[in-house]
């Protein structure tokens, strides 16, 4: 029985009281004693199921609906990734996941909403998502932020298809009760910075002299895949692998280290071909994607063969081994950063290399 359905009165641990927990439900009260092992347990049960999806069947999809809806007309165009072991529709418990597809020339109107997001570029020609008054230019591999109400709109200027991995932190916010969102007047918010100008003053190991960023997030809204490759490539060099991430950096806030949103951690793993890493598990749920590379991710008992832009997703406290059968890099998302701000993160300490 979980918290808040109606009790099973043939397995209670004490029959001799049901009367009385029938009088009690009747009064919305229940007995934290026959229900307390739902409530607190020794350790976590994953929620969710370990999946993989194939970026070639995925892109199909969401190319067959650019045909026959608009950008303006879906609002965003967005395959939603639903992890098949929740009934909501999150890749994880916590985490949204889904791909979206701008067409040549196309707008994806400007809005905005608590829910903070990150982007991942898959597909691009050319385009940018602009937030706040600034184009973060989108090249595959690049990692856009739109943090909590950040104004955002979405524009394709190339001539292919502009397709990129969301993650939000939706089921998150929406627990909390705090869903909000607005359209914004104009269908592209006004232009106030120059093109990456967050990258720019903030991603140089500059700041502004007695600048401080008053935000719970990151000052960085782009962080351009030629630069994090090379400063994943310049950490691995010459480095042992970490046996449970092999050679994997965090996309961080310059200000202050941490993640680059408040609920939304995110990394870039460097697999060398045939490396293998230990088993790991935290309480985390993770999200990757494959930016370069192949191989296979033993995730629970699933074993999922991953190819270049396939999206497979780990839920919380279940086992994970990457092997990489080429050079491999995978790009991951997790909620780390938001059960960090809780103070709830834990790795499971039988983790070799913990
Ligand atoms: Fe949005």
Known sequence: MGAGEDMDLKSLKHPSLAPSYARMQALSALPLW????????????????????????????????????????????????????????????????????????????????TQGAIRFVLESTGGYTAVEGERCLMRRGDLITTPSWTWHDHENTGDGPLIWLDGLDVPLVNFFGVRFAEEHPAEQQPIARPDDASVSLWGTGMRPIGARHPKPWSPVMSYPYASVR????????????????????????????????????????????????APWRTTEASVFTVVEGEGTARIGDAELSFGESDVFVAPNWTRITLQASKPTILFRFSDRAAQERLGIWREDPGTPGS
């Open 34 to 113: 026959e229900i307390i092992g739902d409530l607190v347990a020794e350790e976590p049960s994953p929620m969710g199921v370990p999946h993989l999806w194939r970026y070639h069947e995925m892109r199909a999809l969401i190319l067959d609906a650019g045909q026959r809806i608009s950008a303006a007309e879906a609002e965003r165009r967005v395959l939603a990734l639903k992890n098949p072991g929740l009934e909501r529709p999150g890749i994880s418990q916590t985490l949204f996941a889904g791909l979206q597809l701008v067409m040549p020339g196309e707008v994806a109107p400007a809005h905005r909403h």
């Open 230 to 277: 090379a400063a994943l490539m310049s950490a691995s060099e010459g480095a042992m692998p970490d046996p449970r991430h092999g050679h994997a950096l965090a996309y961080c806030n310059p200000q202050d280290g941490g993640h680059v949103l408040p609920t939304i951690a995110a990394f870039l793993h460097h697999l060398p071909e045939g490396f293998e890493t």
